[in-house]
Nanobody, 122 residues
Framework: QVQLVESGGGLVQPGGSLRLSCAASERTVRTYARGWFRQAPGKDREFVAKISLNGGLTYYTDSVKGRFTISRDNAKNTVYLQMDNLKPEDTAVYYC???????????????WGQGTQVTVSS
């Protein structure tokens, strides 16, 4: 059973930056596509970004394009989400995910992290 543990959340002012990390407990996660989702208060969980097995493919939801960057380090079993120019509407609990299919990751997730809170406020 793969366990995913997020870190790096916190409180930041609008326009600021945060870097989220998600470490996996097993090397088998290297064979999975990885991604990030978020859930704001009173809203459904939504897809944010995903990255393929070797990092060659990435995809972002429109609202974060040009501001967020997803990357992975397979030697460390870790995926990252660099978030720049943060806005109040980015406030949410951010969850990392791992899935067996890159194309399907937005709808099919095999493993979830426990979530980390990101709050963007002045």
């Amino acid at each position: 059973q793969v366990q995913l543990v997020e870190s790096g959340g916190g409180l930041v002012q609008p326009g600021g930056s945060l870097r989220l990390s998600c470490a996996a407990s097993e090397r088998t996660v290297r064979t999975y596509a990885r991604g990030w989702f978020r859930q704001a208060p009173g809203k459904d969980r939504e897809f944010v970004a995903k990255i393929s097995l070797n990092g060659g493919l990435t995809y972002y939801t429109d609202s974060v394009k040009g501001r967020f960057t997803i990357s992975r380090d397979n030697a460390k079993n870790t995926v990252y989400l660099q978030m720049d120019n943060l806005k109040p509407e980015d406030t949410a609990v951010y969850y990392c995910a791992a899935g067996s299919g890159y194309t399907a990751l937005q709808t099919t997730v095999n493993y979830w992290g426990q979530g980390t809170q990101v709050t963007v406020s002045s």
